[in-house]
Nanobody
Framework: QVQLVESGGGLVQPGGSLRLSCAAS????????MGWYRQSPGKEREFFAV????????YDEESVKGRAIISRNNVNNTVQLQMNNLEPGGKGVYFC?????????????WGQGIQVTGSS
């Protein structure tokens, strides 16, 4: 079973930037989708961004608001999420995921999550 480890979280100032990374324990080339969900305080875990093995990228625009870019590297077996101009609503726990078949349906493989906190 592949394992996912997130890194790069922490405290971010309003308007600041943050880069999250997720590393897989083995090759991700056979997995169609690799991406991120976010769980904001008091809310359910929700889709945030995803990148497919054939170069398609999708975002939840209501949450992302043009402030994040996802990038996938099948050589290093990583996916990264660059977030800029963060607002207080951007805080939460970010979970990396893999899915062999699709972006949204089916059974995801999850990382343990990483916390992003914001100062007011």
């Amino acid at each position: 079973q592949v394992q996912l480890v997130e890194s790069g979280g922490g405290l971010v100032q309003p308007g600041g930037s943050l880069r999250l990374s997720c590393a897989a324990s083995r090759s991700i080339a056979s997995f169609y989708a690799m991406g991120w969900y976010r769980q904001s305080p008091g809310k359910e875990r929700e889709f945030f961004a995803v990148a497919s093995s054939d170069g398609i990228k999708r975002y939840d625009e209501e949450s992302v608001k043009g402030r994040a870019i996802i990038s996938r590297n099948n050589v290093n077996n990583t996916v990264q999420l660059q977030m800029n101009n963060l607002e207080p609503g951007g805080k939460g726990v970010y979970f990396c995921y893999l899915n062999p078949w699709g972006m949204f349906g089916g059974k995801h493989i999850w990382g343990q999550g990483i916390q992003v906190t914001g100062s007011s």
